[in-house]
């Protein structure tokens, strides 16, 4: 939870710099190339593996970075120096949505059992803009464990409305009525 604190905190801290510097695109590229090196396991167990000198991630993380944008070769530096290089995918994720916050644009982390026809997925955005009053980006997922129904995440709301979780209160109901 600390770490995911950190990470939101770099990244405000980018947000505000790429809005003084009109750096936004150049920005949301250096941290997209950052993160999807994360992504590929044998890149990220190199990059955050103790064994390899500091100087050597360096060089790698620069070449991914590359020369348009001096403060994100800062920020890589600071995260090096600190051993928070896991943070990396965690920033890219909190910079996108803070910055589409700062546009009146959530992201909606929607979770259903199965997948979803393009008429639900209009009627969900639609209902999330009615109670959120943003403009809805959908990240959608599916998971067969909420049994059925809906989760979404907008924010630090959660609107839980699966069939797992309404078997589970039933099911708490049930166990406290006397015998």
């Known amino acids: 939870m600390a770490s995911r604190t950190a990470a939101r905190r770099y990244a405000e801290a980018i947000v505000s710099l790429a809005s003084e510097s009109d750096t936004f ?4 590229d250096a941290l997209s190339r950052l993160a999807e090196a994360f992504e590929e396991p044998r890149s990220r167990d190199y990059l955050l593996n103790p064994g390899i000198p500091v100087v050597e991630k360096r060089a790698s993380l620069d070449r991914i970075v590359g020369d348009a944008l001096p ?11 600190h051993r928070r290089l896991a943070l990396i995918p965690d920033i890219h994720v909190f910079f996108t949505e803070a910055w589409l916050e700062r546009q009146g644009i959530a992201i909606a982390y929607v979770t259903t059992a199965e997948p979803i026809l393009p008429s639900d997925e209009r009627a969900i955005r639609e209902r999330l803009q009615q109670l959120t009053g943003k403009q809805i980006e959908l990240r959608l997922e599916i998971d067969a464990d909420i049994i059925g129904g809906i989760v979404a995440r907008v924010g630090d709301t959660l609107l839980d409305g699966s069939v797992r979780t309404k078997l589970r209160a039933l099911r708490l109901r049930l166990a406290s009525i006397p015998a």
């Open 25 to 28: 695109e150049a920005w949301n």
């Open 71 to 81: 403060q994100a070769r800062n920020l890589v530096n600071v995260l090096l120096e």
